[in-house]
């Protein structure tokens, strides 16, 4: 799959829309890309960008852009975004702003696993390859609006500047949440300061955090970090 922008292996562009007095919000979930899926900007593995909900879906696909904005899943996500259970297998190859998960990331970002390469110029994260700025009118009751939690890097990260373990930048002096990221600290080029490597990860962290977003994110509340015989993080019911 070829285009210029807005490059997806499932959709192009996927946006949420308002009709009189009702707003509608777009879902993708249960997508599955094998496809290799190359533009100069906003490619993405499911989606080349997306304010609304992606979920429970996996990229096999190589992903590549040469300009910027690529990730494993979605190359952008707005600031309505909300990202959950996403998985991705497939190189990602870019210049700016590159990530195993998405490019450039705002919203809500969760339970996600990157096994591939990441490779760009400057911007490169295994999940992330920079989280965009936030600012006061972000915060909801004073909390933060960007919530990155939950997440592990397995791939090897390679950029020229700006490149790290799980986020390439952290545009914001406010309205952003890191927490419980992990990465396997023997292919990842880079330590993160907003990650701790896979050897000191805890399982009752992971899970914890899961069962305490219940009150946010009913849907989540059942599931479980487990390891697998492969010595792989996965999300179990229990």
């Given at each position: 799959?070829?285009?210029?922008?807005?490059?997806?292996?499932?959709?192009?562009?996927?946006?949420?829309?308002?009709?009189?007095?009702?707003?509608?919000?777009?879902?993708?979930?249960?997508?599955?890309?094998?496809?290799?899926?190359?533009?100069?900007?906003?490619?993405?593995?499911?989606?080349g960008g997306t304010n609304?909900?992606?979920?429970?879906?996996?990229?096999?696909?190589?992903?590549?852009?040469?300009?910027?904005?690529?990730?494993?899943?979605?190359?952008?996500?707005?600031?309505?975004?909300?990202?959950?259970?996403?998985?991705?297998?497939?190189?990602?190859?870019?210049?700016?702003?590159?990530?195993?998960?998405?490019?450039?990331?705002?919203?809500?970002?969760?339970?996600?696993?990157?096994?591939?390469?990441?490779?760009?110029?400057?911007?490169?994260?295994?999940?992330?390859?920079?989280?965009?700025?936030?600012?006061?009118?972000?915060?909801?009751?004073?909390?933060?609006?960007?919530?990155?939690?939950?997440?592990?890097?397995?791939?090897?990260?390679?950029?020229?500047?700006?490149?790290?373990?799980?986020?390439?930048?952290?545009?914001?002096?406010?309205?952003?949440?890191?927490?419980?990221?992990?990465?396997?600290?023997?292919?990842?080029?880079?330590?993160?300061?907003?990650?701790?490597?896979?050897?000191?990860?805890?399982?009752?962290?992971?899970?914890?955090?899961?069962?305490?977003?219940?009150?946010?994110?009913?849907?989540?509340?059942?599931?479980?970090?487990?390891?697998?015989?492969?010595?792989?993080?996965?999300?179990?019911?229990?």
């Amino acid at each position: 799959i070829e285009a210029y922008r807005m490059v997806g292996g499932l959709v192009g562009m996927a946006t949420n829309v308002s009709a009189g007095t009702k707003d509608y919000e777009n879902i993708i979930s249960a997508g599955y890309n094998y496809a290799d899926v190359k533009g100069e900007s906003y490619v993405g593995g499911i989606v080349g960008g997306t304010n609304g909900y992606l979920m429970v879906s996996r990229n096999y696909g190589r992903v590549s852009s040469d300009v910027a904005y690529a990730g494993g899943l979605t190359g952008v996500s707005g600031v309505t975004s909300k990202l959950y259970n996403l998985e991705n297998y497939g190189e990602v190859a870019g210049a700016e702003q590159t990530g195993g998960i998405v490019g450039v990331f705002s919203g809500i970002l969760c339970n996600s696993i990157n096994y591939a390469s990441v490779s760009g110029s400057s911007e490169v994260g295994g999940i992330a390859g920079s989280i965009a700025n936030a600012d006061a009118s972000w915060l909801v009751d004073g909390e933060e609006k960007h919530h990155l939690s939950a997440c592990v890097n397995y791939g090897s990260i390679e950029g020229a500047s700006d490149s790290h373990a799980v986020a390439g930048v952290i545009r914001a002096s406010q309205g952003v949440k890191v927490q419980t990221c992990y990465y396997d600290s023997s292919v990842s080029m880079v330590n993160d300061s907003e990650a701790s490597e896979l050897s000191d990860f805890s399982l009752d962290a992971l899970n914890g955090w899961v069962s305490n977003a219940s009150p946010l994110h009913a849907d989540l509340a059942y599931r479980r970090w487990s390891m697998n015989d492969k010595h792989q993080l996965i999300l179990v019911k229990p």
